[in-house]
C-alpha cells in the first residue's frame, strides 16, 4: 500500500486513532486493488483473509441459496427475485466508499456467509485477517471502534428487517426514495438515484416487475421516476404513506 492510499485509509474512523506504529504496519503488509464492476472480492463460503476497505466505488453483499428441487423440476417456475430455475440471489447490503465490507466474519474467524460483488467500479484496500485480529486483541481505542462500527450496522439491518416485516414492497420503496432526500422533512425533492432498477428490486426484497408496480402506485402520491432520476412533489406526503417514524 502507498502512502497516499494509507493516510486515505487512516481518515476512515475504524483507522482514525491508530497510532503511527500500526498504520506502518498496514502499510507494510496490505494492498490496494482496482476491481472492475462486477467483479467478485470473495464467494459465499470463503475464509475470512482479508478486511476490504471501499476507497472509492460501490460494493454488495450478495446472499445465495439452491432452488428446491420442485422449483428445478419446473422450467418456467420464478422466485421472488424473478429468477428463473437455478440459483436464488439477493443483494443483502450496499457499501460505499470509507466503508468496511463485513469485518463480523473477521473478528469470529467464520467463512463469510455472503458474496461481495463490485456494482460500481472500486478501489478496495485488502488488510490481512490476523493484523486486525491482533488489533482488536491489543488496541482499545481499535476495538471501541469496531464495537461502533458493528453496533451501527447491526441497527441499520435490524431496521431493514423491520421493513421487511411490517412495510409493503411500495412502502419500502418510498422509504428508500426518502433516504435520498439528505433528511428533509418536507417539500419537493429530486432525487439522483445511485442504483439501477434491477440492482434496487434486489436490495428491496423484489422483482423488477414488482419495482415497476411499485413506482406506478407512488405516482398518485407525487412520486415520478425516470431512468436514473425521481422526483418527489411533497416529501412529507410520502412520509406519512410509508409510515415513516424517523429511527434510523
Given at each position: 500500500m502507498n502512502h497516499a492510499d494509507l493516510m486515505a485509509l487512516a481518515k476512515i474512523p475504524l483507522f482514525a486513532d491508530l497510532p503511527i506504529a500500526k498504520l506502518d504496519e498496514l502499510e507494510e503488509k496490505s494492498f490496494v486493488q482496482q476491481q472492475p464492476s462486477e467483479a467478485v472480492l470473495f464467494e459465499q463460503g470463503d475464509s475470512a483473509r482479508f478486511l476490504c476497505v471501499i476507497l472509492s466505488g460501490r460494493v454488495a453483499l450478495v446472499g445465495s441459496s439452491k432452488a428446491p428441487a420442485e422449483d428445478l423440476q419446473e422450467e418456467h417456475t420464478k422466485d421472488e427475485a424473478g429468477c428463473a430455475g437455478h440459483d436464488r440471489e439477493a443483494i443483502i447490503e450496499i457499501f460505499g466508499p470509507n466503508e468496511v465490507v463485513t469485518i463480523a466474519a473477521i473478528v469470529l474467524n467464520?467463512?463469510?456467509?455472503?458474496?461481495?460483488?463490485?456494482?460500481?467500479?472500486?478501489?478496495?484496500?485488502?488488510?490481512?485477517?490476523?493484523?486486525?485480529?491482533?488489533?482488536?486483541?491489543?488496541?482499545?481505542?481499535?476495538?471501541?471502534?469496531?464495537?461502533?462500527?458493528?453496533?451501527?450496522?447491526?441497527?441499520?439491518?435490524s431496521r431493514q428487517l423491520k421493513d421487511q416485516k411490517l412495510r409493503s414492497g411500495t412502502q419500502r420503496l418510498g422509504t428508500y426514495l426518502l433516504t435520498l432526500t439528505e433528511g428533509r422533512m418536507s417539500g419537493p425533492a429530486d432525487i439522483a438515484l445511485p442504483l439501477d432498477r434491477r440492482t434496487m428490486a434486489s436490495w428491496l426484497g423484489m422483482s423488477v416487475e414488482n419495482l415497476s408496480r411499485s413506482?406506478?402506485?407512488?405516482?398518485?402520491?407525487?412520486?415520478t421516476a425516470n431512468g436514473r432520476a425521481a422526483h418527489i412533489n411533497d416529501i412529507a406526503q410520502v412520509r406519512a404513506f410509508c409510515l415513516e417514524d424517523g429511527l434510523r
Amino acid at each position: 500500500m502507498n502512502h497516499a492510499d494509507l493516510m486515505a485509509l487512516a481518515k476512515i474512523p475504524l483507522f482514525a486513532d491508530l497510532p503511527i506504529a500500526k498504520l506502518d504496519e498496514l502499510e507494510e503488509k496490505s494492498f490496494v486493488q482496482q476491481q472492475p464492476s462486477e467483479a467478485v472480492l470473495f464467494e459465499q463460503g470463503d475464509s475470512a483473509r482479508f478486511l476490504c476497505v471501499i476507497l472509492s466505488g460501490r460494493v454488495a453483499l450478495v446472499g445465495s441459496s439452491k432452488a428446491p428441487a420442485e422449483d428445478l423440476q419446473e422450467e418456467h417456475t420464478k422466485d421472488e427475485a424473478g429468477c428463473a430455475g437455478h440459483d436464488r440471489e439477493a443483494i443483502i447490503e450496499i457499501f460505499g466508499p470509507n466503508e468496511v465490507v463485513t469485518i463480523a466474519a473477521i473478528v469470529l474467524n467464520l467463512p463469510y456467509l455472503m458474496s461481495a460483488r463490485v456494482l460500481e467500479a472500486a478501489r478496495i484496500a485488502l488488510i490481512p485477517a490476523d493484523i486486525i485480529r491482533d488489533l482488536l486483541q491489543d488496541d482499545a481505542s481499535f476495538a471501541r471502534a469496531t464495537t461502533v462500527m458493528l453496533a451501527k450496522h447491526w441497527r441499520l439491518l435490524s431496521r431493514q428487517l423491520k421493513d421487511q416485516k411490517l412495510r409493503s414492497g411500495t412502502q419500502r420503496l418510498g422509504t428508500y426514495l426518502l433516504t435520498l432526500t439528505e433528511g428533509r422533512m418536507s417539500g419537493p425533492a429530486d432525487i439522483a438515484l445511485p442504483l439501477d432498477r434491477r440492482t434496487m428490486a434486489s436490495w428491496l426484497g423484489m422483482s423488477v416487475e414488482n419495482l415497476s408496480r411499485s413506482l406506478a402506485q407512488l405516482k398518485p402520491i407525487g412520486v415520478t421516476a425516470n431512468g436514473r432520476a425521481a422526483h418527489i412533489n411533497d416529501i412529507a406526503q410520502v412520509r406519512a404513506f410509508c409510515l415513516e417514524d424517523g429511527l434510523r
